[in-house]
């Protein structure tokens, strides 16, 4: 398995990986901090799952690499939000600031969303937030500089900009305090689904017991216990996707 080498992600499966143990199971683990090697492995058959991406992330990148990896079961859902060193609110944004997004397709439009949210700027109301890019946007009053940059390092973007989009897990990483620096919050519960974490893989690992045994493990009180008790802006998120459903919902949402 090949997994994001951060807290939400690295320490819930160290708590999978003992709890297989006491079942006879062993879960090799490798953990990485880019975000294209874990699915083109996965692809390549050198590992069997990875864990470190939401769906919008998982289908943008099937797209573009002509992989053919698919969600498992959902783990967990990471709020992001736009902030700010230096602001106390949007309504002091200077024209022609520079606020950091992410490169990503799939995490683009979710900045710009909560920019159009916070009145910044206007975009193509008919755009679903997956697919929102700076082509849709319509209205930009302030004149705003878009610094794309990879999400992994926007909390290292604040600051050398006005604002920066991010996830709350990360700002909290960088050492910034996420309640003083906090311009606007996602709060929107129609991105859930598209945002939500998942254990990935290819589809023949869908109907194994080693898949079944993972979900029971990343599902079990004491990973959902760590997902209450962690301040990172996560929220524990089985609900939606889970190896018995996960085939249907993968095929709709990806046919978007």
């Known amino acids: 398995m090949i997994v994001t080498e951060s807290a939400p992600y690295q320490e819930p499966t160290e ?3 003992k709890k297989l143990a006491g079942q006879g199971w062993t879960l090799q683990t490798t953990y990485v901090t880019d975000i294209i090697q874990p699915n083109n492995t996965v692809q390549q058959g050198e590992y069997d799952v990875n864990f470190f991406q939401h769906l919008a992330y998982l289908k943008q990148f099937n797209r573009d690499n002509g992989t053919a990896v698919e969600p498992l079961f959902s783990v967990y859902y990471g709020r992001s939000g736009l902030f700010s060193l230096t602001l106390d609110s949007f309504d002091d944004l200077p024209q022609g600031a520079k606020i950091s997004i992410p490169v990503d397709t799939s ?9 159009a949210e916070a009145g910044v700027i206007e975009v193509d109301p008919d755009k679903p937030v ?31 900009v006005a604002a920066g ?11 910034y305090d996420v309640d003083e620096s906090t ?36 599902h079990s009180p004491e990973v959902q216990q760590w997902y209450a008790d962690y301040e990172g802006g ?11 459903n996960s085939a249907q919902v993968w095929k709709e949402f990806s046919s978007e």
């Not at 849709?136 to 050398?160: G, H, R």
């Not at 996560?234 to 018995?244: D, I, M, N, S």
């Open 15 to 17: 708590l999978v990986k």
């Open 107 to 115: 995490n683009n439009g979710r900045a710009l969303q909560l920019l």
């Open 130 to 160: 997956t697919q929102l890019s700076q082509r849709d946007i319509t209205s930009n009053p302030k004149k705003v500089e878009f610094v794309e940059v990879d999400q992994q390092s926007l909390a290292q973007t604040l600051p050398d």
């Open 165 to 175: 989009f991010g996830f709350v897990r990360l700002i909290a990483e960088a050492g």
């Open 183 to 218: 311009l606007i919050l996602e709060d929107d519960p129609g991105v859930q689904l598209p945002f939500s974490v998942v254990v990935a893989a290819k589809a023949d690992f869908r109907d194994t017991e080693a898949a079944r045994v993972l979900q029971e493990a990343y």
């Open 234 to 244: 996560v929220v524990a998120y089985t609900g939606e996707v889970t190896l018995e």
